[in-house]
């Protein structure tokens, strides 16, 4: 139990074949360049704009990295192969930046710092690049949560949401961090960290974090009742568990 107090600590908030071998193929193409001569057609230090409607990508930190304001500039961040609860670090990746051989020698990526969307470059010979098939679509108008995989919706549930005072911030993030918890605590089954943070939480632990995650008390679903986290019943976030990997993109609409 004073394990999961602690992990939990920064939320205080109650394919047919040939396509799969040409996913593969071009994950390939996309990773860290040793050396050589840059490719016919592929010049060094063009940009490649990662994912398609039907998948995302996703890079796993190996170890120290920095993230850089652009390929070669200053660095603004650094992130160890763990973060600060002790779970993976996981950024999105946006875009590559290409280097010898036609494989790219940078990321452009999504990272969990404040302001909200702020993305940065790391190398590619630091990070571990895979394809996400999966991506949450929330929507606070009807205070939904959808999953789609390979735009297919596979999960649609009724969520509650930030209350007025407090509202859950708005744009493209990704799940970054994701936790188990007590079935009968206030976070329910799980929480499920993406890479948002309140706009309005001042003085709160890691900067105020945004999570999708269960509750014991479901019969607030669907309300405009928390500090910015996004609540779902529990039978809805084992399945966000088990569809919605680290590196997940997440849409967050008005």
């Excluded at 930046?97 to 702020?118: D, E, F, H, S, T």
């Excluded at 007025?164 to 976070?187: E, H």
Aim: hydrophobic share 40%; with cysteine.
């Amino acid at each position: 139990m004073s394990h999961l107090v602690r992990t939990l600590s920064f939320l205080r908030t109650p394919a047919p074949l040939g396509l799969l071998v040409l996913a593969l193929v071009f994950t390939h193409s996309v990773q860290a360049s040793s050396g050589g001569r840059t490719s016919r057609g592929c010049a060094a230090g063009s940009v490649r704009s990662l994912g398609t409607a039907t998948k995302s990508y996703a890079v796993d930190v190996r170890g120290l990295v920095r993230v850089y304001r652009r390929p070669g500039g200053s660095a603004f961040a650094r992130f160890g192969a763990l973060n600060v609860n002790g779970v993976p670090t996981v950024f999105s990746a946006l875009q590559a930046v290409m280097g010898p051989r036609c494989r790219a020698a940078w990321y452009r990526v999504l990272v969990p710092l404040k302001p909200n969307g702020r993305s940065g470059y790391v190398r590619a010979r630091s990070v571990n690049l895979r394809v996400v098939r999966s991506r949450i679509v929330i929507d606070l108008s009807a205070r939904t949560v959808s999953l789609y995989q390979r735009r297919r919706l596979a999960l649609k549930t009724t969520a509650a949401i930030g209350a007025p005072a407090t509202p859950t911030p708005t744009g493209s993030f990704y799940v970054n961090q994701r936790f188990r918890s007590d079935p009968l605590g206030p976070y329910g089954w799980a929480a499920i960290g993406i890479s948002a943070f309140s706009e309005v939480l001042t003085g709160w632990p890691q900067g105020g974090p945004v999570a999708i995650h269960g509750t014991n008390n479901p019969s607030l679903l669907g309300l405009r009742v928390s500090n910015g986290c996004i609540r779902v019943s529990n039978a809805a976030v084992r399945r966000l568990w088990r569809l919605a990997p680290a590196g997940t993109p997440v849409l967050i609409r008005d």
